[in-house]
């Protein structure tokens, strides 16, 4: 059963805007902490964003600080990665993870540490 589906990807020209989403219908959504990762060709795979199973706590890598904003909303098993003001360098695949979690406000950006991963959504942004 496939347990992690992201969706939302596509082509957008720079500054323009893209909203990414999450669902695990292979997992209880609530009992997880939740991450975005992307992966450019030829680079590793890196942490974007993360966010507790509260959604209380947030994370966001430097370079989309400001321009994305993560969310999730327990009641409808989804988390969302709002994407603004695009750059050429945000082309990439996006992932979302998953890692299941007591804590209700910790935060991970070690994609080691996450035990469930989905396909990737593609986001390309062109200048």
């Known amino acids: 059963q496939v347990q992690v589906v992201e969706s939302g990807g596509g082509l957008v020209q720079a500054g323009g805007s893209l909203r990414l989403s999450c669902t695990t219908p292979?997992?209880?959504?609530?009992?997880?902490?939740l991450a975005w990762f992307r992966q450019a060709p030829g680079k590793e795979r890196e942490v974007v964003s993360c966010?507790?199973?509260?959604?209380?706590?947030?994370y966001y890598v430097d370079s989309v600080k400001d321009r994305f904003t993560i969310s999730r909303d327990n009641a409808k098993n989804t988390m969302y990665l709002q994407m603004n003001n695009l750059k050429p360098d945000d082309t990439a695949m996006y992932y979302c993870?998953?890692?299941?979690?007591?804590?209700?406000?910790?935060?991970?950006?070690?994609?080691?540490?996450?035990?469930?991963w989905g396909q990737g959504t593609q986001v390309t942004v062109s200048s």
């Open positions: 966010i507790s199973r509260s959604g209380v706590k947030t």
């Open positions: 292979g997992l209880t959504f609530a009992d997880y902490g």
């Open positions: 993870a998953a890692r299941m979690t007591e804590s209700l406000t910790l935060l991970v950006m070690d994609r080691r540490q996450y035990d469930h």
